[in-house]
């Protein structure tokens, strides 16, 4: 979001308002030109990277039910009688493609869905990814392959999307992007809100406004709409980002507030990733029990659909887990032995910590699935008025003129005005969220760096200008 780039004082009869009572102006006046000044200049440098990542999100929100539309024929089939075993589908699946290794299987989660046997280490397929192999539940036909990535099952068209986003298809120094920008999206929206507040009514108001004055006014109301939104989208997109998601995980470990991790080591251990079939009788020596058994005791375990099931590796066990993200979230997962079907280790969501559950919560509500379509809608909404916000602000940036085609520059020395009993708490604050969010702190020091020697250098020439304490 951008600034109100006006240098005028709050009672500027120019901009139809009148003079702060008495006793108002304590705090807020010199504090006010330097909200302005980080608003306007966060706005102008860091709008491009939130163009980026608010046109790739809108494009994200809306890519889950263009997905369901581009691959309708693998996702679904005509409804049958009854299903097939897993183990089954799975054998169908592997005759079709034997290339790779099962990594996990997603039974049909309702009627008419398709089932999916996820394949690692296929040539050609990304090593972070899976083959998805879709299989008719009650026929068996396979009804094709697709590229699978993450948790949630983006197939190539929601991937290709996501990945644009998230790090512009540059790898991990491209998520220095996504980074930056949801590292000031906060910044600029409380701002703005707090500028637009610091107005008087009569200068809030849209009606018979005209010019650079009617931009603004725009510009704030939709901002202060947005800004709830933009918040929370803010803060989610922190908790998994590179930096500044590091240090949230150190927070959450030691205040003992991690996501609970599933013991999946089989007590009676071997190697039994090979016996995906029907499997012998449980507690067999040297037997593996098998999908469908591994199945049935997830269910006795409340395990509601839909769940993924991975088969053993090395020494662990099955593990079952709920894959639904929408509300209310499944997230219950088991560990099964191999050899004797024995549950032997259990999660349930309703168990997470505090922390661990509003973490799950809200990247779901980032990435559009804890609310489902209405989620999605919410988030295009929120995408389209950031937008919006970047667009209105460059036009005020154009239409200030005078001075340079580009606007004329905010005075500097606005935080000269500060009293030391606020500038100092507000100088630590500054540096606590600077240590935590690396690409807000690192940035804002070099602007300040930069803003000090071309001021320096503009006061050597005789034109430096101060703000004025309005």
């Known amino acids: 979001m951008s600034v109100e780039p006006a240098v005028r004082t709050p009672g500027d009869p120019q901009e139809g308002g009148r003079p702060d009572p ?12 330097l909200v302005r000044r980080l608003h306007f200049y966060a706005g102008v440098l860091i709008a491009p990277f939130l163009l980026v990542a608010a046109t790739t999100g809108l494009l994200y929100a809306a890519s889950y039910q263009v997905e369901k539309i581009v691959y309708a024929e693998e996702l679904r089939v005509p409804v049958g009688g009854s299903e097939l075993p897993v183990s089954r589908q799975v054998t169908a699946a592997r005759e079709a493609h034997p290339e790779g290794e099962v990594a996990a299987v997603r039974p049909s989660p309702e009627d008419g869905a ?17 083959l998805a192999v879709f299989v008719d539940p009650y026929t068996g036909e396979v009804t094709g392959a697709l590229e699978q990535y993450g948790s949630t099952g983006a197939l190539p068209l929601r991937t290709w999307i996501d990945e644009l986003h998230r790090d512009l298809h540059l790898g991990q120094p491209g998520r220095l992007y996504s980074e930056l920008a949801a590292s000031w999206l906060w910044v600029t929206a409380g701002g703005g809100v707090v500028l637009w507040f610091g107005r008087r009514r009569a200068r809030r108001r849209i009606r018979g406004a005209t010019g650079r ?19 929370f989208v803010s803060a989610t997109g922190l908790t998994w980002s590179t930096y500044a998601g590091q240090n949230v995980t150190e927070l959450r470990e030691a205040v003992g507030q991690t996501t609970p991790a599933l013991d999946a080591g089989s007590s009676s251990g071997g190697e039994h990733a090979e016996h995906m079939g029907a499997g012998a009788p449980a507690g067999a020596p ?14 006795a375990e409340r395990l ?16 079952v887990r709920q894959i639904q993200r929408s509300w209310p979230e499944k997230q219950d997962a088991v560990a099964i032995d191999p050899a004797t079907g024995e549950v032997t280790d259990v999660v349930r969501f309703a168990d997470y910590p505090v922390l661990a559950k509003l973490t799950r919560w809200g990247i779901d509500a980032h990435t559009g699935v804890l609310f489902g379509l209405l989620n999605q809608l919410v988030l295009v909404a929120l995408c389209s008025g950031l937008i919006l916000l970047i667009v209105l602000g460059y036009r005020m940036w154009w239409q200030r003129g005078r001075g340079s085609a580009f ?3 905010l005075p500097r020395g606005a935080w000269q005005k500060v009293p030391p009993q606020v500038l100092v708490p507000l100088m630590a604050a500054v540096a606590v969220l600077g240590y935590f969010v690396p690409l807000l702190g690192i940035p804002l020091v070099a602007f300040l760096a930069l803003d000090i020697v071309l001021g320096e250098y503009a006061y050597r ?7 004025t304490a309005d």
């Open 213 to 231: 004055r009617r931009t603004l006014s725009l510009h704030g109301t939709v901002g202060v709409w947005a800004a709830a939104g933009l918040f």
């Open 304 to 319: 509601s659909n839909p769940v993924e099931i991975v088969p053993p590796a090395d020494s662990s066990g099955y593990v």
């Open 22 to 33: 008495p006793g108002t102006r304590s705090v807020w006046a010199p504090l006010r030109p």
């Open 114 to 130: 398709t089932t999916r046997v996820l394949l690692s280490g296929v040539p050609g397929v990304n090593p972070d990814h899976t």
């Open 407 to 409: 606007g004329r520059p």
């Open 286 to 299: 040297g037997e593996d029990i098998g999908l469908d058994a591994a199945l049935s005791t997830a269910r």
């Open 461 to 467: 020439r005789g034109r430096r200008s101060y703000a």
